[in-house]
Nanobody
């Protein structure tokens, strides 16, 4: 069983910054691919960023250049630094852990990010 917990969401003004954190349990965290998804009301869930066990990163076009995903394996934690935030970034952000054995995917409870003046 892998428990995933996100934190760091909140209200921020346009142009501001926020850092989300996600902690996932498990002795093999270093082998997990970690993802950040987001979902706005009435919209489909969107993959925002990915970081593999080798720390290769991928970003959606909408956040590329503004968001940075990173991981600290010693802390079983993945981060999403969000800069130059826009109102359209408003969503619930979910952390997802992919591991090598079944069950393969685990989800956090989500953390709300609201970008508004």
């Amino acid at each position: 069983q892998v428990q995933v917990v996100e934190s760091g969401g909140g209200l921020v003004q346009p142009g501001g910054s926020l850092r989300l954190s996600c902690t996932a349990s498990g002795s093999t965290f270093r082998s997990y691919t970690m993802n950040w998804f987001r979902q706005a009301p009435g919209k489909e869930r969107e993959l925002v960023a990915t970081i593999t066990s080798s720390s290769t990163t991928h970003y959606s076009d909408s956040v590329k250049g503004r968001f940075t995903i990173s991981r600290d394996n010693a802390k079983n934690t993945v981060y999403l630094r969000m800069n130059s935030l826009k109102p359209e970034d408003t969503a619930v952000y979910y952390c997802n852990a992919q591991r090598l054995s079944a069950p393969y995917n685990y989800w956090g409870q989500g953390t709300q990010v609201t970008v508004s003046s």
